[in-house]
T-cell receptor, first 114, second 112 residues
């Protein structure tokens, strides 16, 4: 398996523009997580899905952020409108439905909003 | 409110010596702990884990120790190698398949 695949790897956009980050989880994994990494807050959970259903989105910072998982092999994280403080590395991770298994991370998308 | 705390942002160790990375947690409901390693421009990768019913887990050069009464865990790397230079994240979860809660990470530099 190729692992968790994220695109794009890098995104530079102007403030106010819409940004869409994409993720393909590992096939057969029931859980999908979106994390954001910043210097100040480290790795923080934004939202997670189980069997394509959003379970907890309490980590989504504002209404400008939204996430969808239309099927088991694809998820998007959208920021509209984007702001400079959204600049961070965004990671997608997936895990099987078993207890005690670790989450597998993608390589991340580095977002820069200027 | 950080439930998982890594109070040392960075650590520098000489090659061949022991590296000790520390992690504290506040939530007594956590019962499974993991360490992840992250190289620049890559995603975190799983390194080693420990269940709360154990106090030690060893995998090659890596050993994780858990002190439940102190709500403290540590990762020991012996001997340290230059390739171990990375950011190490401590993570914890509740019972069941709940999301991992991460610390802010510690950057380890192993000097040759």
């Amino acid at each position: 398996d190729a692992g968790v695949i994220q695109s794009p790897r890098h995104e530079v956009t102007e403030m106010g523009q819409e940004v869409t980050l994409r993720c393909k989880p590992i096939s057969g994994h029931d859980y999908l997580f979106w994390y954001r990494q910043t210097m100040m807050r480290g790795l923080e959970l934004l939202i997670y899905f189980n069997n394509n259903v959003p379970i907890d989105d309490s980590g989504m910072p504002e209404d400008r952020f939204s996430a969808k998982m239309p099927n088991a092999s694809f998820s998007t994280l959208k920021i509209q409108p984007s702001e400079p403080r959204d600049s961070a590395v965004y990671f997608c991770a997936s895990s099987p439905g078993n207890i005690r298994t670790e989450a597998f991370f993608g390589q991340g998308t580095r977002l820069t909003v200027v | 409110d950080q439930q998982v705390k890594q109070n040392s942002p960075s650590l520098s160790v000489q090659e061949g010596r022991i590296s000790i990375l520390n992690c504290d947690y506040t939530n007594s409901m956590f019962d499974y702990f993991l360490w992840y390693k992250k190289y620049p421009a890559e995603g975190p990768t799983f390194l080693i884990s420990i269940s709360s019913i154990k106090d030690k887990n060893e995998d090659g050069r890596f050993t994780v120790f858990l002190n439940k009464s102190a709500k403290h865990l540590s990762l020991h790397i012996v001997p340290s190698q230059p390739g171990d230079s990375a950011v190490y994240f401590c993570a914890a979860r509740y019972s069941g398949n709940t999301p991992l809660v991460f610390g802010k990470g510690t950057r380890l530099s192993v000097i040759a």
